[in-house]
């Protein structure tokens, strides 16, 4: 299984970022997926995930209403559209997949990491 994020960058406070994450070596469209972050010092947290059949999402709270999680199956890609971002935000953004099949913001409910992405956000 190979997951690959793409998409970080730069931005300034109350801009925007869309990561994507282009996966291959597992049954895509029959995956549940999430996404990460990890900010320097602190524990890798949930931001998101998507079950893959009805697209129905879950968010964490410091995030709801800012981001928006999608998926396009048979692009095999997931989706993070940031936006109203704020320093805070700044992190190593992971995409991640599990075998189970419930969505899951807890990190060890997943199995499949990629490399991570940098978001960082200027005040």
């Known amino acids: 299984v190979q997951l690959v994020e793409s998409g970080g960058g730069l931005v300034q406070a109350g801009g925007s970022l869309r990561l994507s994450c282009t996966a291959s070596?597992?049954?895509?469209?029959?995956?549940?997926m999430g996404w990460f972050r990890q900010a320097p010092g602190k524990e890798r947290e949930g931001v998101s995930c998507?079950?893959?059949?009805?697209?129905?999402?879950s968010y964490a709270d410091l995030v709801k209403g800012r981001f928006t999680v999608s998926r396009d199956n048979p692009k095999v890609t997931l989706y993070l559209q940031m936006d109203s971002l704020s320093p805070e935000d700044t992190a190593v953004y992971y995409c991640?997949?599990?075998?189970?099949?419930?969505?899951?913001?807890?990190?060890?409910?997943?199995?499949?990491w990629g490399q991570g992405t940098q978001v960082t956000v200027s005040s």
């Open positions: 991640a997949a599990t075998r189970n099949k419930y969505c899951s913001l807890t990190k060890s409910n997943f199995h499949y």
């Open positions: 070596g597992l049954n895509f469209g029959a995956t549940y």
């Open positions: 998507i079950t893959p059949f009805s697209g129905t999402t």
